[in-house]
């Protein structure tokens, strides 16, 4: 159902009002899975409820809701929610996105489905990362839709499960993408200039939607097994379901090694993981990292741990401070707690513009600096 809210205007007077709502759920409950939404597939119908804020207004802030995707006209429809902090965070970013490109025909439009005083509360609040206020931060038409039918249409239809998540919609009413808006802006001019390659998106796009269906399915059974405790089961369901699915090579490790004592084919998994990611400092220190802190590890390859957190150190030219900490703590994993010290120093001052990162490092190194004090002691003694 649609009804239109001109609020525009009054949230420039700032003398809006409304009565707290306790629920922000859809006015009534879906019954039955929407048509299937796709890529290249004819937009659903507009059907927004509260139209809040617009970019093409008149003097008194009123402006016309969009009725219908005009032909020659694109569109960026984001889903978003108040409570949602990527969702917050990326509004300067659609801001600068409908103000480069409205002489081209874009139109960002934010949909959520809360209810409208809360909405409109939110517009009224000031963001604490940059003191602005938030109605201040969004150049972009903003709506509300708590019937939840554009929710239904759009985002349930097409699989999504998370926000933000933006839908562009091109010159003739097709969905061209849908992805995360901080990821849409060469989407948007490569549509506008009549270039995108939309079979070739479809065909990338389905593949991730079959993949994490095949996700979904996988860890549906295997969460249960894993928590369980149930080792056999889940090294099963990693060489069945799990066969096609990225990502996996750290669990697949973690069951071989803590789960079912296959220390040398699980190091063997490690390895090859470390080899084909031998260019990626993250995924090497990860990897290290996990040597170093997995509890139940009867046994810790500290030569591959060392090896693995050094070459992430050199590919990192030595300026990452959680990297310099994973080979600190490899160190102190060998009972070499000098260099343990020393690097860990090094990691802290590298931390210096992350308090809380720097926090943690210091109260790791002031604890090794105990031990050495206490080892000094004992020294002494004897």
Same mark, same amino acid.
């Given at each position: 159902?649609?009804?239109?809210?001109?609020?525009?205007?009054?949230?420039?007077?700032?003398?809006?009002?409304?009565?707290?709502?306790?629920?922000?759920?859809?006015?009534?409950?879906?019954?039955?899975?929407?048509?299937?939404?796709?890529?290249?597939?004819?937009?659903?119908?507009?059907?927004?409820?509260?139209?809040?804020?617009?970019?093409?207004?008149?003097?008194?802030?009123?402006?016309?809701?969009?009725?219908?995707?005009?032909?020659?006209?694109?569109?960026?429809?984001?889903?978003?929610?108040?409570?949602?902090?990527?969702?917050?965070?990326?509004?300067?970013?659609?801001?600068?996105?409908?103000e480069k490109h409205a002489k081209d025909g874009l139109h960002v439009i934010g949909v959520s489905s809360e209810s409208l005083p809360k909405v409109i509360e939110f517009l009224f609040k000031t963001y604490e990362r940059d003191g602005?206020?938030?109605?201040?931060?969004?150049?972009?038409?903003?709506?509300?839709?708590?019937?939840?039918?554009t929710h239904d249409s759009f985002f349930r239809a097409a699989g999504q499960t998370g926000i933000p998540c933006g839908f562009v919609i091109g010159k003739t009413g097709e969905v061209e993408w849908i992805g995360h808006p901080m990821?849409?802006?060469?989407?948007?001019?490569?549509?506008?200039?009549?270039?995108?390659?939309?079979?070739?998106?479809?065909?990338?796009?389905?593949?991730?939607?079959?993949?994490?269906?095949?996700?979904?399915?996988?860890?549906?059974?295997?969460?249960?097994?894993?928590?369980?405790?149930?080792? $056999? @089961?889940?090294?099963?369901? =990693?060489?069945?379901?799990? #066969? /096609?699915?990225?990502?996996?090579?750290? !669990?697949?490790?973690?069951?071989?090694?803590?789960?079912?004592?296959?220390?040398?084919?699980?190091?063997?998994?490690?390895?090859?993981?470390?080899?084909?990611?031998?260019?990626?400092?993250?995924?090497?220190?990860?990897?290290?990292?996990?040597?170093?802190?997995?509890?139940?590890? $009867? @046994?810790?390859?500290?030569? =591959?741990?060392?090896?693995? #957190? /050094?070459?992430?150190?050199?590919?990192? !030219?030595?300026?990452?401070?959680?990297?310099?900490?994973?080979?600190?703590?490899?160190?102190?994993?060998?009972?070499?707690?000098?260099?343990?010290?020393?690097?860990?120093?090094?990691?802290?001052?590298?931390?210096?513009?992350?308090?809380?990162?720097?926090?943690?490092?210091?109260?790791?190194?002031?604890?090794?600096?105990?031990?050495?004090?206490? #080892?000094?002691?004992?020294?002494?003694?004897?």
């Open positions: 159902m649609r009804r239109f809210a001109f609020l525009s205007a009054v949230l420039a007077a700032g003398v809006v009002a409304f009565p707290a709502r306790a629920d922000d759920a859809p006015a009534s409950e879906p019954t039955a899975a929407p048509k299937r939404l796709t890529i290249g597939d004819k937009a659903p119908d507009v059907d927004i409820e509260h139209w809040v804020k617009g970019v093409e207004m008149d003097r008194r802030g009123n402006f016309t809701p969009l009725t219908t995707w005009e032909p020659g006209q694109v569109y960026l429809l984001e889903f978003w929610a108040t409570w949602c902090p990527p969702c917050v965070g990326s509004m300067p970013h659609l801001s600068e996105l409908q602005k206020v938030q109605n201040d931060r969004t150049h972009y038409t903003l709506t509300t839709d708590p019937d939840g039918s990821r849409v802006d060469d989407v948007i001019e490569q549509v506008i200039a009549g270039t995108w390659d939309r079979a070739a998106y479809k065909t990338e796009f389905e593949e991730k939607q079959r993949l994490a269906a095949l996700n979904r399915e996988f860890r549906t059974a295997y969460n249960p097994a894993r928590r369980a405790g149930d080792w $056999e @089961t889940c090294w099963q369901l =990693l060489q069945e379901k799990g #066969a /096609e699915l990225p990502n996996l090579e750290m !669990e697949r490790a973690h069951v071989l090694i803590v789960g079912l004592k296959r220390n040398d084919e699980g190091y063997a998994v490690l390895k090859d993981y470390a080899e084909a990611s031998k260019d990626n400092a993250q995924t090497l220190n990860a990897i290290a990292w996990w040597i170093v802190d997995t509890k139940g590890l $009867e @046994t810790k390859d500290l030569d =591959l741990a060392q090896s693995l #957190a /050094e070459k992430a150190c050199e590919l990192a !030219e030595h300026k990452d401070a959680s990297i310099m900490d994973t080979l600190a703590h490899v160190h102190h994993a060998r009972g070499e707690l000098d260099k343990a010290i020393e690097i860990q120093t090094q990691a802290v001052e590298l931390a210096a513009d992350n308090e809380r990162l720097q926090k943690q490092l210091t109260q790791v190194l002031e604890t090794w600096k105990s031990e050495q004090g206490a #080892a000094g002691s004992t020294d002494a003694a004897e």
